[in-house]
């Protein structure tokens, strides 16, 4: 490598410091200035991390420019077609493909823990019914911790592991769970026969008076979304759960940490949003005002779906789930959304024409037809982002689990440029 450091230069009395360069395995190179403020006194300011690399990782890769992204080095498009999910989460956790016996074994494992424990419906039990099914996932999660006191020694490799096998299994069976209070339904108990994706919508629709068993497309689909979602490197949930943990909590209360910050609508919750925004447009003759709309910039509607911190290109997950849209509406003729995604087809291609989406590189992301897919599944708008959790549970405790294996780990611990009131007397309340 030519030149290893970058020189910084304080104009205000010329001296001149010099800082290393860090560089990865793909992506651009970082400036190391982690002695920056030991060394100069001088802090970097970077409000939303738009520059700054927070960690190393070797889980996942994306190249925004290019569309490109890439699970333990595997693109998403090979992983989409061709594996299942708990193969990927298998690739995330343990950094390569399971052969056979790996598989089987890891499926045993996950399988065996997919129950959970009975009092925890009383804790669901203790939720309004029409309780949102994040605010539900989120609780209900964060008060796993409660009961598994053999596994939660975070400083044993092992405990680690099990508690990462625990979430992974579990918590399909809480957001189901979650669904099935919301609509009064008892809680359907996993099979353990099915697979991942398919003992999900089992837990969803069965009930124990009607028999269910999922239509092959249906976990196709899902297994692909779950696949999709499953890491996205350092994002605000990913980060938000690298942070709780970096403190030394627990790796239920971490999780419950993501799910909190997964929910907002400008992350995991914009899959909900885009369907509630496919529907407020009603009509394909009202794009052309809500694209104008969103363009207004005092207005403060967004096209949900569309734009994202890091790709600046088409987000290849958007490209997949485009194209399993098309496939579930054509083969499963019971899908009672398909105007939703003529609507979608349409706003996307009026958008992308559009000067100011053009400019400022904004495309569908990940998440503008996945609401679409979910609804041809029969899921319920309000369980959108809990599918999202679902999923990316995997990637949260792949990264929790890399982080409290690194021997440089320390607590997360970002400093501020404090614009307050500079020191002042107390006065008392009379002489206020
Ligand atoms: N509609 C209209 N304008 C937009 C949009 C949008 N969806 N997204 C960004 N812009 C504009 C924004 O107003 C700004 O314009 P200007 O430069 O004139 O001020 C410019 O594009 C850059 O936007 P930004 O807010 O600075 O970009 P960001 O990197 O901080 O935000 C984002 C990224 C994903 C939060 C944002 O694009 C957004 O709010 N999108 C809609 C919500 C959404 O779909 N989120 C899901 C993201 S993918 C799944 C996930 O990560 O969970």
């Known amino acids: 490598m030519a030149n290893e450091t970058v020189t910084l230069t304080n104009n205000a009395d010329g001296e001149c410091y010099e800082l290393a360069l860090r560089h990865g395995s793909l992506g651009p190179s970082a400036i190391d200035i982690s002695s920056l403020y030991h060394d100069v006194g001088l802090l970097t300011f970077d409000p939303g991390f738009m520059a700054t690399a927070s960690c190393t990782s070797a889980i996942t890769y994306i190249d925004g420019d290019r569309g490109l992204l890439l699970y333990r080095g595997y693109p998403i498009e090979q992983l989409a077609a061709k594996a299942s999910f708990l193969e990927v989460a298998y690739l995330l956790l343990y950094g390569d493909l399971p052969n056979e016996t790996a598989l089987a074994d890891f499926e045993r494992v996950i399988t065996t823990h997919t129950m959970m424990n009975e009092n925890l419906k009383n804790f669901l039990n203790g939720f309004h019914y029409d309780a949102h099914p994040m605010a539900i996932l989120c609780g209900v999660v964060g008060s796993l911790s409660a009961f598994y006191h053999d596994s939660i020694d975070i400083n044993d490799p092992r405990h680690r592991e099990i508690s990462a096998h625990r979430l992974i299994a579990k918590l399909p069976t809480i957001a189901a769970a979650a669904y099935k209070h919301s609509v009064g339904e008892p809680i359907m108990y996993p099979d353990n026969s099915l697979r991942y ?94 694209v104008d709309k969103a363009k207004d910039k005092d207005d403060p509607f967004r096209l949900m779906g569309f734009g994202h911190r ?93 982080m409290m294996s690194d021997p440089n780990n320390r607590i997360g611990r970002p400093r501020q440029i404090y614009q307050g009131p500079v020191a002042r007397d107390y006065l008392p309340i009379s002489k206020r």
């Open 310 to 402: 890091v790709y600046k290109n088409y987000d290849p997950r958007a490209r997949i789930t485009r194209e399993m849209c098309h496939q579930l509406l054509d083969e499963i003729p019971d899908t009672r959304d398909s105007p939703l995604f003529e609507l979608a087809l349409r706003l996307e291609e009026i958008a992308l024409s559009d000067e100011y989406f053009i400019e400022r590189r904004l495309y569908p992301n990940v998440d503008f037809y996945s609401g679409i897919i979910y609804s041809a599944l029969g899921i319920p708008c309000t369980m959108f982002t809990a599918m999202f959790a679902v999923a990316r549970t995997v990637g949260w405790i792949t990264h929790w689990m890399e």
């Open 197 to 290: 994706a398919a003992n999900f919508l089992y837990m969803m629709f069965a009930t124990p008076c009607i028999a269910y068993k999922p239509h092959l497309l249906a976990e196709k689909a899902l297994n692909l979304l779950l696949i999709l979602h499953a890491d996205h490197e350092q994002n605000a949930s990913t980060s938000t759960v690298r942070l709780a943990g970096s403190s030394g909590a627990n790796p239920f209360a971490c999780i419950a940490a993501g799910i909190a910050s997964l929910w907002g609508p400008a992350h995991g919750g914009a899959n909900e949003a885009v369907l509630d925004m496919l529907m407020e447009i009603g009509d394909v003759v009202n794009v052309p005002k809500f």
